[in-house]
């Protein structure tokens, strides 16, 4: 089936510092999405991009869908304590159907 | 707008027990998609409803594990003779038509570790 590799697996940095996470893909995907989930709770949308070269930030997020269509990354700046959680990419649809394929995700760990 | 809910929050039960999770999706969504979550992984997909078009059951991992929707609303995941395997926080997540661009609205998800 399809996959997306999602790295790194998890990050721990200091708190003010930027986070690049990426995913990558053999397939093409026509949206990417990209998703935080708090501990103990369900994902949470956080941008989505529909179009390939597209970059769109929300607030200290910025996040581009790569010109393959089988890439996007996501960046965080400035990052804060309440920054901790999982990021997950999610992409689809493309012509093997329309289910979202999510990444494994990327835990981050934000120091004081 | 309540957004998607789930119950129980968790569940403990012992091998070989069935257990019911519920979904409430949002009103008016007429997609909604199980997920399994097991420790520390990402998101497996289990099934997906799209409004009264037959389910698509491909994600479910053996055939101990079955979900009705009913009235086009609430879900019921059920898993017969549960296995320790089965252990994961399972997310049910719905959104408005269900075309793969749209946006999926998680629930928070119910914990289920099976003893």
């Known amino acids: 089936g399809q996959q997306l590799n999602q790295s790194p697996q998890s990050m721990f940095i200091q708190e003010g510092e930027d986070v690049s996470m990426n995913c990558t893909s053999s397939?093409?995907?026509?949206?990417w999405l990209w998703y935080k989930q708090d501990p103990g709770e369900g994902p949470v949308l956080l941008i989505a991009l529909y179009k390939a070269g597209e970059l769109t930030s929300n607030g200290r997020l910025t996040a581009q869908f790569g010109i393959t269509r089988k890439d996007s990354f996501l960046n965080i700046s400035a990052s804060i304590p309440s920054d901790v959680g999982i990021y997950f990419c999610a992409g689809g649809p493309n012509n093997a159907g329309n289910m979202l394929t999510f990444g494994g995700g990327t835990r981050l760990m934000v120091k004081p | 707008g309540a957004g998607v809910s789930q119950s129980p929050s968790n569940k403990v039960t012992e091998k070989g027990k069935d257990v019911e999770l519920r979904c409430d999706p949002i009103?008016?969504?007429?997609?909604l998609y199980w997920y399994r979550q097991s420790l520390g992984q990402g998101l497996e997909f289990l099934i997906y409803?799209?409004?009264?078009?037959?389910?698509?059951k491909s994600g479910l991992p053996s055939d101990r594990f079955s979900a009705e929707r009913t009235g086009g609303s609430v879900s019921t995941l059920t898993i017969q003779r549960t296995q320790q395997e089965d252990s994961a926080v399972y997310l049910c997540?719905?959104?408005?038509?269900?075309?793969?661009?749209?946006?999926?609205?998680f629930g928070p998800g119910t914990r289920l570790l099976v003893l």
């Open positions: 397939s093409i995907f026509n949206t």
């Open positions: 009103s008016g969504h007429t997609a």
């Open positions: 997540a719905s959104s408005l038509s269900g075309g793969g661009w749209e946006t999926q609205y």
């Open positions: 409803f799209q409004g009264n078009s037959a389910p698509d």
